[in-house]
Nanobody, 121 residues
Framework: EVQLVESGGALVQPGGSLRLSCAASGFTFSSYAMSWVRQAPGKGLEWVSV????????NYADSVKGRFTISRDNAKNTLYLQMNNLKPEDTAVYYC??????????????WGQGTQVTVSS
């Protein structure tokens, strides 16, 4: 059974930083692209970033480019999202998601339960 457990969310002031983690189990983590998506209050899901299985290729939404960095440690089966210069509009529940198959990249399949990030003074 695929399990994705996010952590690291918190209340942070504008301009601050957070590092989210996603612990993966139940599948061969190193074989799948992984993504972060978010959902702000009252809004739909927004794709944030994706990283390929080996970690050498990444993509970002324009809204976070230059501020967020996605990474992974395949030895630890863990996905990360380093978020710097946070803005109030980054407030959302952040989910990590696994690609449906090892050949997918931008597509997301299984989700975690999410972690809340609130950016406010």
């Amino acid at each position: 059974e695929v399990q994705l457990v996010e952590s690291g969310g918190a209340l942070v002031q504008p301009g601050g930083s957070l590092r989210l983690s996603c612990a993966a189990s139940g599948f061969t983590f190193s074989s799948y692209a992984m993504s972060w998506v978010r959902q702000a209050p009252g809004k739909g899901l927004e794709w944030v970033s994706v990283i390929n299985s080996g970690g050498g290729n990444t993509n970002y939404a324009d809204s976070v480019k230059g501020r967020f960095t996605i990474s992974r440690d395949n030895a630890k089966n863990t996905l990360y999202l380093q978020m710097n210069n946070l803005k109030p509009e980054d407030t959302a529940v952040y989910y990590c998601a696994k690609a449906p198959s090892s050949s997918d990249y931008f597509t997301v399949g299984s989700w975690g339960q999410g972690t809340q990030v609130t950016v406010s003074s």
